[in-house]
């Protein structure tokens, strides 16, 4: 019931990004660097777990991004020959090793599937790229994924390029057909947190909370994109907190910071609710105050708008906040502190957001907390705006009084950066007071 529930509301899953896109994705990445360089992107490791088991690979999202590559060993060249070509490294077809491990592309499905103008095997790489580089007066790579690479580069140069440096702005603004999967992406991941809400009961563990969301992602081919932190009680006041092995308790917040990927595009969301329906008073204050920041943070992105406005914005809702409830005893002016590095931060440690996209920390910006990159929000950027409060018992660094003890509170949303104002991608998912306490606990 619960997944027919979810897949009713989702709709049709968007297109992949399609040949003719990641070929416009490509020239514009060419059209940067001299014609005598040569430009070579590598996929990411295969990670061992644990002796012969593997992590399940996940692509590299810049081999990805210009090639829509998805298969381990990937290498992506890119060379001038009257005109930029796009050749692609892949493993050969191998019948008893396709036994075992599954069935590969090789080089003709390569060609046949993938937007490139050539493909070979691996096995001819090392050969290939020697003789390219002979050629060439510089190279753009990315050292440390891939040591085959990594040495044929070594041999040839001393000093390399960094294709990042066009690529991340490039990925920066979002077109059309990738903003489609984010927004399917965002609907999944709220569907789902709305499914804990409402399966959510005291005494119910932090991991059937995460199996109830990630079981969401799973049934409707997607998974998580990091992951899911599901913390109850002082276990929510712990940021990056992903043990979630804790049985929730009644009068407990329980915080999720849970987000898909679609095609590689993630989203990010993170809601906090009572585990028994109802937030204490202490809660709700904490609670209001946080929303109150957030919706300044989402007004604050606008177009033209530098790209800390949004922290600043949360801040000063925070830091007033913090002052009226009388958790700082000082001015507002001294909580928030010179350079918005006050007292306040005791409480709210991180930025207020990151750029969001084929990572879920997106390439192209730092936090909204940092002082980089001098850049302004733009059409196409998307973004999470994620103020939060913490009052760890468990700290020793921090008087408090016991009535705010334990409550962790994080809102976050992915929001789009529009000509006609920021854009909610997250928006199906509730955070008003009142839905909350009437969606939780409701089956």
């Known amino acids: 019931m619960m997944y027919e529930r979810v ?19 490509q020239r514009d990445f060419c059209s940067k660097i001299d014609s005598q360089s040569v430009a070579i992107i590598t996929n990411n490791p295969v990670s061992i777990r644990s002796r012969d088991t593997h992590h399940r690979h996940r692509f590299n999202s810049y081999l990805h991004y210009l090639t829509g590559w998805h298969g381990e060993e990937g290498v992506a060249v890119f060379h001038h020959d009257g005109d930029w070509k796009c050749r692609l490294y892949v493993q050969a077809r191998d019948v008893e090793k396709e036994t075992w491990t599954g069935r590969r592309p090789g080089v003709q499905g390569a060609i046949d599937q993938w937007p490139v103008d050539e493909s070979k095997s691996r096995d001819e790489m090392e050969a290939d790229l020697a003789n390219i580089l002979t050629a060439a007066n510089s190279v753009y790579h990315i050292q440390g994924l891939d040591t085959v ?5 070594a041999a040839a140069f001393d000093e390399l390029l960094d294709p990042r440096v ?13 903003i489609a999967l984010m927004q399917y992406a965002a609907d999944l991941a709220a569907l789902a947190h709305i499914e804990a809400m409402r399966e959510c009961r005291s005494g119910m563990g932090e991991w059937q909370l995460q199996s109830i969301i990630e079981g969401c992602f799973l049934y409707h081919q997607s998974e998580w994109a990091y992951p899911s932190i599901v913390g109850s009680g002082d276990n929510a006041t712990i940021l990056h907190y992903n043990e979630n092995k804790d049985p929730t308790r009644d009068g407990d917040v329980v915080l999720i910071d849970a987000g898909c990927e679609i095609d590689g595009y993630a989203s990010d969301i993170t809601r906090s609710f009572p585990v028994n329906g109802k937030f204490t008073e202490a809660q709700r204050e904490i609670y209001a105050l946080v929303l109150d920041a957030q919706m300044a943070g989402i007004e604050a992105c606008k177009v033209g708008a530098p790209w800390g406005a949004m922290h600043k914005a949360t801040s000063r809702v925070l830091a007033q906040g913090l002052v009226d409830l009388g958790i700082l005893d000082c001015t507002f002016e001294e909580a928030l502190g010179d350079d918005f590095n006050g007292p306040y931060r005791q409480f709210f440690m991180h930025g207020t957001g990151h750029l969001l996209g084929l990572d879920v920390h997106d390439v192209g910006g730092g936090r909204q907390g940092d002082n980089r990159p001098e850049r302004t929000l733009a059409p196409g950027m998307v973004l999470t705006v994620e103020p939060g409060l913490y009052f760890g018992a468990w700290r020793e660094d921090i008087e408090i009084d016991p009535k705010w003890a334990g409550i962790g509170i994080r809102i976050e949303d992915d929001v789009l950066i529009t000509d006609d104002g920021p854009m909610i991608l997250t928006a199906k998912c509730p955070k008003q007071i009142s839905e909350i306490e009437a969606l939780v606990g409701s089956i």
């Open 7 to 25: 897949s009713s509301a989702l709709g049709q899953r968007p297109p992949k990004i399609s040949h003719e896109e990641m070929r416009q994705r």
């Open 149 to 153: 690479v990594d040495g044929i580069v």
């Open 166 to 178: 066009i690529l991340d702005e490039m990925r920066v603004f979002k077109s059309t057909a990738e």
